[in-house]
C-alpha cells in the first residue's frame, strides 16, 4: 500500500520517550506508533519542542518558519523515534522553551494550562502547513483535549479536517487540566468522537463515583463510545536478553544470572550484599495515587531489602528517605528519575510493588515481569488485568496490614518453595505484553472512526 492510501493517524501528545518523559504517557507515545507503522499506517507524532529536549542528540531539523497563530508564531522541527522511521515533528514557541515539561507535578498550573491551550491550536494550524490531512488525530489527556473541541467549533467549516475523526485517549482521570470554570478533560470527553482508557478494567472502574474523579456522569453519557485498551511496553528497549543498561544480561534461560544483577546493586547501593535475601523493587511517582505511604516502619520486619526509585510529593519522598535513614542496611531511597537506575532496580529485583489507590494501566508490573521479577499489587484498573496468582500476588483492599500480609505471604513462598516461585517467574516472563495485540485494537477504533459520518 502507498503511502498515499496509507490510513493517516496524527497522535498528539506531551511526552514522547526518550525525546522528553516524565512518566507513562511518554512511553506509550514512544513505542505505539512504532507498533502502528508495522501494521501499514501512517502514524505520525507531534510534541512541543521543550527546552531540555537535545537538538543534536536526536538530529532535529527545522522545516517549517514563521507559522502564525493568532498574534505570533512559531516553528516546527522534525526528527523520528529513535530506532524508527516514524516522524515526530516538535513546535517550537517560548512557551515550551522552559526545561521542564509540566511546571507543577500533576501538570495542573495555569501555566500548563497556558501552553497546552496553545499547543493544541498550534497542532492544527502546523499540520495544515505541511498540508497533512489526518484521518484520526489522537489525542492524549487533557494536554491536547481542546483539540476536539476547535475542530467542532472554530474549525468546523475549514475543509481541510473535513475527513478528520478524534480519539480522545485517557491515560490518568485525575489529572484534568482544571482552570476556573474549564475542565480540559471534561472536554475532552464531550468532543471526541471517540474515547478510550488504558485498560478494559479502568475503563469500567472509571463509569463509579469511587474512581469517576468526579467526571463519572460525564463519562456515562459516552458510555457506548468507551473502550479499554491495555498498554503495552517496549519488548526490545525493556529485555533483560540485550539489556544495554544492565550490567548482566539474562533470559529465562538463564534467570541464575539475575542474582548477579541484585548483588551487583546492592553493592551500587550500599546495602549488604546477599544473594539469598529476598530483594524488593519500587519504581514509581511518588505522588497519593501510587500508594506509597502504604509502606511503614513495620515493614522493616520483614525479611528482605526495599530499593525505591522516583520523584513526587515531598511528604512522600521524605517518608521513603526517613525509612533509609533509619534502617540502611533494609531500605535504599533514590529520590530521582533514572532510567538506567530502573533498569537496573528491574534486573536485580525478586519482587516488585505495586500498590496504587488506582492504576489507569500501570508499565511497571509488566516490565517487572519482563525481567523475572514477581509483582505484589493492588487489585484495581489494568493491575486487575494484567497480574493473577498464576504471576504475581494481588490484594484489594487500600490498607497497609493488607499489603504487609501480601508481600510476607510472597517472601514465605520466596524463601521455602522454590519450585513454586520459579514457576511465578517463568509465567510471567512468558506474558506478550509488547504493543503488537495493542496497536490492533487501536486499528479497529480507527477504522470506527473513519466510519463515523460527520
Known sequence: MSTKNKLKILIAAAEVTPIAKVGGLGDVIGALPKALAKLNLDARVIMPFFGAIDKNKYKIKLIRQNIKIGGTSINLWLTKIPDSAVPVYLIEHNFFAGKKIYSTALADGSKDMKKFVFFSQAILENIKAINFAPDVIHLNDWHTAAIAR????????????????????????????????????????????????????????????????????????????????????????????????????????????????????????????????????????????????????????????????????????????????????????????????????????????????????????MIAMRYGGVPVVRLTGGLADTVNSKVGFTFKKFATNEFYNILNRALKIYYEKLKTWRLLQLNGMKQDFSWNKSAKEYLKLYKKLVKIKK
Open 150 to 365: 476547535l475542530l467542532k467549533t472554530e474549525y468546523k467549516t475549514d475543509l481541510f479536517f473535513k475527513q478528520t475523526k478524534t480519539l480522545y485517549t485517557i491515560h490518568n482521570l485525575a489529572n484534568q487540566g482544571i482552570i476556573k470554570t474549564k475542565n480540559y478533560m471534561a472536554e475532552g470527553i464531550l468532543n471526541a468522537d471517540l474515547i478510550n482508557t488504558v485498560s478494559p478494567t479502568y475503563a469500567k472502574e472509571i463509569l463509579t463515583k469511587e474512581y469517576g474523579a468526579g467526571l463519572e456522569k460525564i463519562l456515562q453519557t459516552r458510555k457506548k463510545d468507551l473502550y479499554g485498551i491495555l498498554n503495552g511496553i517496549d519488548t526490545n528497549f525493556f529485555n533483560p536478553a540485550t539489556d544495554k543498561l544492565i550490567k548482566f544480561d539474562y533470559s529465562a534461560e538463564a534467570l541464575e544470572k539475575k542474582v548477579a544483577n541484585k548483588t551487583e546493586l546492592q553493592r551500587q547501593l550500599g546495602l549488604p550484599q546477599d544473594k539469598k535475601i529476598a530483594l524488593v523493587g519500587l519504581v514509581t511517582r511518588f505522588v497519593g495515587q501510587k500508594g506509597v505511604e502504604l509502606i511503614t516502619e513495620n515493614f522493616s520486619k520483614l525479611n528482605c531489602q526495599f530499593v525505591f526509585l522516583g520523584t513526587g510529593e515531598k511528604k512522600y519522598e521524605d517518608a521513603l528517605l526517613e525509612l533509609a535513614k533509619k534502617f540502611p542496611r533494609q531500605f535504599s531511597a533514590q529520590i530521582k528519575f533514572d532510567e538506567k537506575l530502573a533498569h537496573k532496580i528491574y534486573a536485580a529485583s525478586d519482587i516488585f510493588l505495586v500498590p496504587s489507590r488506582f492504576e489507569p494501566c500501570g508499565l511497571t508490573q
